[in-house]
């Protein structure tokens, strides 16, 4: 708890990191949603005050309610042991309903949806600003979407290739890029306000809803699609609690808040002063309004801002993909941290996902207009079920009264407006967030239920003691009968409670033909908060050859068993816990530990189980993504040690007893003579009868 409210202190250097890491995505609004607005409207020539008044009015009132009242207000309370996050709050209320699991993983799933599509529109258009800009006299070094698309990819194949390294250094320069990117919008806002503040009267509400049933707005309520950009990354600023602190969060927002806010009224001002302009798709009102001697320099701090903002929402889908997997959500994969703080991590498979998924999306919108069609749907989806798992939340501490029914009623209501103004782009690209969304939430539903299935259906002797095998174990050891099939025999295999194992574990020693060793060792791994953490603790069960070993290994240690293991068989072999090992052949004099060979268990289905369709393509299904899942032996460090991946048959469902009977034997003799007498010779046309 103490180190719970240290992290949630507002400081200045917290305020800062803050700015840096939690407003990327959010922060970088400006540079497309005016531009979507009036082009969903028919052009800068077609619009007029009341539309441009009425849109700024939407998009205020819009942060409002989605960012600073359910984001900031609400759901920053809603922690769990000083995290956020879909996954951070499903996890305090699963308890409740079975059926909550369902919000959770579509959220989550539409979330890391969006972590492909933010880096492609932010740096889309950061970069467009550059088309068609001159340097010096008739100089246009990028005139074509071609060379935009270019630049584009080679940011975005940088920035992912550089995960790999971590990101601190670059992260440290976060908070004043981003700083300055504010401060330069608000800026910005205030120059081109200028001497029409009558701008400001955007702040009623009344002119946001007057807009929505206006003949003047020619995109109805469709118009909400382009105002929901807006507030798209409002969701970072839950799930990067755990990160920066509730205070510092809650500090810097009105900072944030009214720079962007500034800006939007800027870009209306020159939008109305400008009609006269035509081309649209090739007019960005936030590079417009900017004086032409600075607009190269606000170019490069644009492309920095959406690089962080891209940088921002890869490391949130390394987090939630973490988060995933603790939740048995998705199956295990290989994670890397380079610093040395617990939250900074890197997951291979998910960056090379996340990269070649973006690139694709680059390639194939070509626009960021094109893209913004896209862009959104995903986040309504996760903005509607944070909604739903939040009003369970506010039950669980509440209980059930008028104000959190009208909490759930009114933000939904909004969210589902929002989804329904998405869905309207669905044809013109809103498919492709969906699909993304579908396919994630598909591998979540088949892991998930899939164990669920395995576990309900499993019988009840699934799990033995490992405690009453060691006689057993002992004289297997001794039993000259058997041939050694190694010295040490080391299974990667979980012991809950210190005592309860797996039988197919057992099977594999005793029954798949009886494997004799000198130890047989009962390995489980288990990964601190702390970096650098290598400890184990032992129990020998009174023997000297059955070892069960609870490794405990930091974050940022290795996990090479077979290293740590020989150590440990050193140490006991030296205060006599087990026998020692000498060896005859060896090319190192007083050698006293043997060969180690690592047995790892998989499960394959039996043709005996007996489940219904539907659960046997779940468990089957698993099954496969399983195998497509890193190799166990490479993630416990297992690479080059002597390693056996067993498959034990995994038999499901309640089993029919099925007995043949015995009969007495049948003389067929007979039956053959009489049938090759009465059986007549076929005929064949090229044979003559002679």
């Given at each position: 708890m103490e180190v719970e409210n240290k992290r949630n202190r507002m400081t200045a250097a917290g305020l800062l990191i803050?700015?840096?890491?939690?407003?990327?995505?959010i922060g970088t609004s400006p540079l497309y949603v005016m531009k979507s607005v009036i082009a969903g409207n028919g052009g800068l020539s077609t619009v007029g005050r009341d539309l441009i008044i009425g849109a700024i009015s939407l998009i205020l009132w819009t942060v409002t309610l989605l960012t600073t009242v359910q984001t900031v207000i609400i759901a920053l309370k809603a922690t769990n042991h000083g995290e956020g996050g879909i996954f951070a709050l499903y996890a305090l209320i699963r308890k409740r309903a079975a059926w909550l699991v369902w919000p959770a993983l579509i959220g989550g799933a539409a979330i890391l949806a969006d972590g492909t599509l933010t880096p492609a529109v932010t740096v889309t258009t950061a970069i467009e600003g550059l088309k068609g800009l001159e340097f010096g006299k008739g100089n246009v070094p990028v005139s074509n979407q071609t060379m935009v698309l270019v630049i584009t990819i080679i940011i975005l194949l940088v920035l992912f290739s550089i995960q790999r390294m971590g990101t601190s250094i670059i992260g440290k320069a976060f908070g004043p890029v981003m700083f300055v990117w504010f401060t330069f919008l608000g800026v910005m806002g205030v120059i081109n306000i200028g001497s029409n503040w009558w701008i400001l009267q955007a702040l009623n509400p009344y002119y946001a809803i007057k807009l929505l049933f206006s003949p003047y707005n020619k995109a109805g309520f469709a118009i909400l699609g382009s105002i929901f950009l807006a507030t798209t990354g409002a969701e970072a600023l839950y799930s990067d609690v755990g990160h920066v602190g509730k205070g510092n969060i809650i500090g810097s927002w009105p900072f944030v808040f009214v720079c962007l806010s500034l800006n939007y009224f800027g870009q209306g001002v020159w939008i109305l002063n400008n009609t006269h302009m035509h081309s649209v798709n090739e007019i960005n009102p936030f590079y417009a309004m900017i004086p032409e001697n600075i607009r190269l320099a606000s170019i490069v701090l644009a492309t920095l801002a959406a690089i962080i903002a891209s940088q921002a929402l890869i490391t949130g889908s390394f987090t939630l993909?973490?988060?995933?997997?603790?939740l048995k959500f998705l199956p295990r994969m290989n994670i890397l941290y380079p610093s040395d703080e617990r939250g900074q991590i890197y997951i291979p498979a998910i960056n090379k996902m996340l990269g070649i998924t973006t690139i694709a999306l680059v390639l194939f919108f070509r626009t960021s207009a094109h893209m913004e069609a896209a862009y959104g749907l995903s986040i309504t989806i996760s903005m509607l079920t944070t909604t739903i798992l939040l009003y369970e939340?506010?039950?669980?501490?509440?209980?059930?009264?008028?104000?959190?029914?009208?909490?759930?009623?009114?933000?939904?209501?909004?969210?589902i407006l929002f989804m329904g103004s998405s869905l309207s782009k669905f044809t013109h690209g809103g498919y492709v967030s969906l699909l993304i969304t579908l396919l994630i939430a598909s591998v979540m539903v088949v892991w998930y239920f899939g164990n669920k299935v395995r576990d309900k259906n499993e019988?009840?002797?699934?799990y033995v003691r490992l405690d009453e095998y060691t006689d057993m174990l002992t004289d297997l050891s001794h039993d000259d009968n058997y041939p050694t099939y190694a010295d040490n025999l080391v299974y990667m295999a979980k012991v809950q409670y210190n005592k309860f194992i797996k039988r197919e574990i057992m099977y594999s020693i005793l029954d798949k033909r009886p494997k004799r060793a000198r130890a047989y060792w009962f390995v489980t791994v288990n990964v601190t908060n702390e970096p650098f953490t290598a400890e184990y603790a032992i129990n020998?069960?009174?023997?000297?050859?059955?070892i069960n070993i609870?490794?405990?290994l930091g974050f940022k240690k290795q996990t090479s068993v077979n290293v740590y293991l020989r150590q440990i068989v050193h140490d006991l072999i030296k205060d006599n816990t087990i026998e020692p090992q000498p060896q005859e052949y060896t090319t190192t004099p007083g050698r006293d530990v043997g060969d180690f060979k690592f047995v790892?268990?998989?499960?394959v289905i039996s043709p005996s189980t007996t489940l219904t369709s539907y659960e046997k393509w779940l468990v089957e299904a698993r099954v496969r993504l399983q195998n497509l899942s890193p190799n166990p032996a490479q993630w416990f460090g297992l690479e080059f040690a002597d390693t056996v991946v067993e498959r034990v048959p995994l038999i499901l469902g309640k089993q029919k007893t099925s007995r043949i009977k015995r009969v007495a034997p049948r003389d067929y003799s007979k039956t053959t003579i009489n049938a090759n007498k009465t059986a007549k010779p076929k005929k064949r046309g090229f044979l003559k009868k002679k």
């Open positions: 803050a700015i840096g890491i939690v407003y990327g995505d993909v973490a988060e995933s997997i603790n939340w506010l039950v669980l501490k509440q209980g059930h009264n008028l104000a959190n029914l009208i909490f759930v009623i009114f933000f939904s209501t909004i969210n019988s009840g002797n699934a020998t069960y009174g023997t000297k050859n059955v609870q490794l405990y790892i268990v998989n499960d």
